[in-house]
């Protein structure tokens, strides 16, 4: 009898898109999806929109003053968005 390798269906689609270049594509769409989830309900209520551009999230928010509360916090925002994908996407965030 052989021994057969035994991987997990979850390793065997994420190395699938790895290889298809898709992998990227879909941990920065979970982290535009996850800004509400790290950011609180009081921060995302203000946000317009969030973007990724060149590792750099751009979020857009209403209110200047947040803006720039919220840029004294950026490394914080990087850390938790970067652990809650799993990967580091992105390494810096732009308010505006």
């Given at each position: 009898m052989f021994k057969?390798?035994?991987?997990?269906?979850?390793?065997?689609?994420?190395?699938?898109?790895?290889?298809?270049?898709?992998?990227?594509?879909l941990l920065q769409k979970r982290l535009v999806e996850a800004w509400?989830?790290?950011?609180?309900?009081?921060?995302?209520?203000?946000?317009?929109s969030v973007q990724i551009y060149n590792q750099t999230l751009f979020v857009r928010?209403?209110?200047?003053?947040?803006?720039?509360?919220?840029?004294?916090?950026?490394?914080?925002?990087?850390q938790k968005l970067n652990q809650h994908v799993g990967a580091q996407i992105i390494a810096d965030i732009r308010f505006m």
């Open positions: 057969r390798d035994v991987f997990q269906i979850k390793d065997l689609i994420m190395r699938n898109l790895r290889v298809q270049g898709l992998e990227t594509p509400p989830t790290v950011a609180g309900e009081a921060i995302s209520r203000y946000t317009t928010l209403s209110i200047p003053a947040l803006r720039a509360d919220l840029s004294m916090r950026r490394r914080e925002f990087v």
